[in-house]
Each structure stands twice: as structure tokens, then as C-alpha cells.
């Protein structure tokens, strides 16, 4: 890649896609509320509506006037900013496949992706509903994933509603030594991460899922709605670095996440028998 060839747009979609191939943490949140991010501290708005009232229906009786309905407005912060600056020398380029840098820009993704799938992770922090165990088996971790989604369901998240659980590898391996059927199609199969269904609940298996401090597994369940999660590439550029005979490229991911619909966040606090 010859820097005189380098469109910053398309490589900054290119990306954009990239990241997109390799998210699992982000694949679940709710992304429709990106907007105009110009840089790190920017504020992107959440509007939503309130509650609708239903009444009884009386024959030939006027309905009462209709009611104004209450907005909403959360904030989220672009609170988040990631960045990759790389060079291939001339000669490794000259004596290596022409598309090298394309597969440095991939793997450039592949690293962004963990991060910010790391980040939205991270969320658990501020959930205020969680199921603990201290000593997790093949046996419970079922029978939890059941008890949570009721959870759910008690709070009124529909049954039509998209839940997702994501487990780290040690917790996804004593599901599949559970021994059960984990549901799947086609459509699945390819999306990145996920292990199967249970329960009607898609499973997604992430290294970035949280490890604490006290070695419990912070697991968590959530409708497709309960984070969401904005993001941009604010820059890419192309440039020969001075002391050099290379070319190089760097890039800046802003973005941020945030837990928008609480009572749709539940956390399952796993830890392993010793």
C-alpha cells in the first residue's frame, strides 16, 4: 500500500467492518444511538418514551383525553479512546505478500474489538441484580442460566425479547459438560462467539469476560437493549515516519458504553469448586 494510494475514509469503514467481524461484547448491545462523535468527552443522547396507560373500554362512552406522553433523555459519555500506530518496513513489504498491510489493519481490529469488548464487560460493576455461587458445577450452571431468565420474565422482559448470557471459557466448559443439547442453526453458527441456546437464551463465550480479584466468573445475562454502545473511527491516517524506510498507519477508536435498561442486566457471580 503506497501512502499516495491511502483514502482515509475508506480504510476508516474498512475498519469499522473489521471490528464489527470480531465484536462479541459489542455485538450484544444496543447500537442504534450512534451519532455525530467528534471526540473523546462527546455526549451522545438517548431518548426514549414513558410508560402508556391502558383503560377499560366502555360502549358509547367517551374515552378520556389522551394522555401526554413523558420523554426520557439519557446521556452517554465517549469516555473511551483507543489508538494503533504501525509500520511495515519497505523491504518486508517489497519481499511479502501485497496485501501485508491489509492483514496489519485486521489485525489492528482484532485489538480494538478487545478492548472495547473488555470495556463493555467491565459494565458489571453497575448492575444491581446478580446470582451468586461459590462453587459452580456442570449440574447448577444450567439450572442458573433457568433461574435467571426467570428472573427476567418476572421483570417483564418479554419472552420475544433477545436474551444473550456471555461466559468466560472455564464457565462455558462446564456447559458443555452438562452434557446438554445447546440449540443452534445455520444463521448462528456464524456469529462470533456463540456456543449454542439454553433455555432460549443465545450462549456467547468471551475471553474478555471479567475475572475478579476473589476469582468469581462475572457472567452476565441481558437483553439485546440493556447496553448501549457508541462508537467511531475519529482518525485514520497514513504517513512515512522521518527515520525511517517504511510505511505507517495510525488510528483512533473513541467510544462508550453504558447499562441503559438496569432491570435487563443481571450478573451470575460464578466461582469455581476449588
Request: charge should be negative; aromatic fraction near 8%; charged fraction near 25%.
Amino acid at each position: 500500500m503506497a501512502i499516495i494510494n491511502f483514502i482515509s475514509t475508506v480504510w476508516s469503514e474498512n475498519l469499522l467492518k473489521q471490528l464489527d467481524k470480531k465484536y462479541i461484547g459489542v455485538l450484544n448491545c444496543n447500537r442504534e444511538f450512534e451519532g455525530d462523535i467528534k471526540n473523546q468527552g462527546s455526549i451522545v443522547k438517548i431518548c426514549g418514551v414513558g410508560d402508556v396507560t391502558v383503560s377499560d373500554y366502555e360502549k358509547n362512552a367517551d374515552m378520556s383525553a389522551p394522555e401526554t406522553l413523558s420523554d426520557t433523555v439519557r446521556t452517554l459519555k465517549i469516555d473511551q479512546a483507543k489508538y494503533f500506530n504501525f509500520q511495515i518496513d519497505d523491504v518486508d513489504r517489497a519481499q511479502s505478500n501485497p496485501k501485508l498491510m491489509d492483514e496489519a489493519m485486521k489485525t489492528a481490529a482484532a485489538a480494538l474489538a478487545n478492548a472495547a469488548d473488555a470495556y463493555v464487560y467491565s459494565l458489571y460493576e453497575f448492575s444491581n441484580y446478580s446470582l451468586t455461587d461459590d462453587a459452580v458445577t456442570a449440574d447448577k450452571i444450567v439450572e442458573h442460566i433457568i433461574d435467571l431468565k426467570t428472573q427476567m420474565m418476572k421483570a417483564d422482559v418479554l419472552n420475544s425479547d433477545e436474551i444473550v448470557v456471555e461466559v468466560s471459557p472455564e464457565i462455558a466448559a462446564l456447559i458443555l459438560k452438562a452434557k446438554i443439547e445447546l440449540g443452534t442453526d445455520n444463521s448462528d453458527a456464524l456469529e462470533s462467539g456463540l456456543l449454542g441456546k439454553i433455555a432460549g437464551c443465545k450462549v456467547y463465550v468471551s475471553n474478555n469476560v471479567c475475572v475478579d480479584e476473589d476469582s468469581y466468573h462475572k457472567c452476565i445475562m441481558r437483553t439485546k437493549r440493556a447496553v448501549a454502545f457508541a462508537e467511531q473511527i475519529s482518525e485514520v491516517e497514513a504517513y512515512r515516519p522521518e527515520k525511517r524506510f517504511a510505511d505507517a498507519v495510525k488510528g483512533l477508536h473513541l467510544y462508550g458504553a453504558k447499562i441503559v435498561y438496569p432491570a435487563e442486566y443481571r450478573v451470575l457471580d460464578l466461582k469455581l469448586p476449588e
